[in-house]
T-cell receptor, first 115, second 112 residues
Framework: ETGVTQTPRHLVMGMTNKKSLKCEQH?????MYWYKQSAKKPLELMFV???????ENNSVPSRFSPECPNSSHLFLHLHTLQPEDSALYLC??????????????FGDGTRLSIL | QQQVKQSPQSLIVQKGGIPIINCAYE??????FPWYQQFPGKGPALLIA???DVSEKKEGRFTISFNKSAKQFSLHIMDSQPGDSATYFC???????????WGAGTKLIIKP
């Protein structure tokens, strides 16, 4: 398997549920990202990991909790979400972080719906 | 200063036409300007990217034009095809800051 794989592709959950999103990359990259994509809005960067260390948390609410056990895997743990959290959550990876030499490769996302 | 403004929000072009999507930025520290293409049900995929030391870059039917003084860049699609129908995102970043700043996207429809 190649590229960036996200599971599940679709998730419906109640506001009190706990669930996790999974991302796996087979590109040998060292940086991984979580983005939130909402209709007609720019992609919102949520978290960045470089060599398993979190380097960025863009003021994301604590109901979203990332985990990066190694450079190939990234998780997003979800707890007590709000209806406005319904969106497409995208995972990306890049060789390392920073600009020109580090193009980001995206998975196909998890479509999350909060009831 | 961290925004990238993209226009139009949507665009419909006849097959063979040349759709043009525009982006403007404020931060002069940006030195990396990629365009991503996203099909329904798929994640964005890098299409083409440009640095500010060149005014134009072509890859196949896709061309980026860059105007450093105006702080604007645009994507042109030559001989557009229905298969080019997708949402296109511009972005900007710099080597000193790995965070890409994204435009809001343009939904392009190419009519047969």
């Amino acid at each position: 398997e190649t590229g960036v794989t996200q599971t599940p592709r679709h998730l419906v959950m109640g506001m009190t549920n706990k669930k996790s999103l999974k991302c796996e990359q087979h590109l040998g990259h060292n940086a991984m990202y979580w983005y939130k994509q909402s209709a007609k809005k720019p992609l919102e960067l949520m978290f960045v990991y470089n060599f398993k260390e979190q380097t960025e948390n863009n003021s994301v609410p604590s109901r979203f909790s990332p985990e990066c056990p190694n450079s190939s895997h990234l998780f997003l743990h979800l707890h007590t979400l709000q209806p406005e959290d319904s969106a497409l959550y995208l995972c990306a990876s890049s060789p390392s972080i920073g600009g020109w030499a580090q193009p980001q490769h995206f998975g196909d996302g998890t479509r999350l719906s909060i009831l | 200063q961290q925004q990238v403004k993209q226009s139009p929000q949507s665009l419909i072009v006849q097959k063979g036409g040349i759709p043009i999507i525009n982006c403007a930025y404020e931060n002069t520290a940006f030195d990396y300007f990629p365009w991503y293409q996203q099909f329904p049900g798929k994640g964005p995929a890098l299409l083409i990217a440009i640095r500010p030391d060149v005014s134009e870059k072509k890859e196949g039917r896709f061309t980026i034009s860059f105007n450093k003084s105006a702080k604007q860049f645009s994507l042109h699609i030559m001989d557009s095809q229905p298969g080019d129908s997708a949402t296109y995102f511009c972005a900007a970043g710099s080597g000193s800051n790995y965070q890409l700043i994204w435009g809001a996207g343009t939904k392009l429809i190419i009519k047969p």
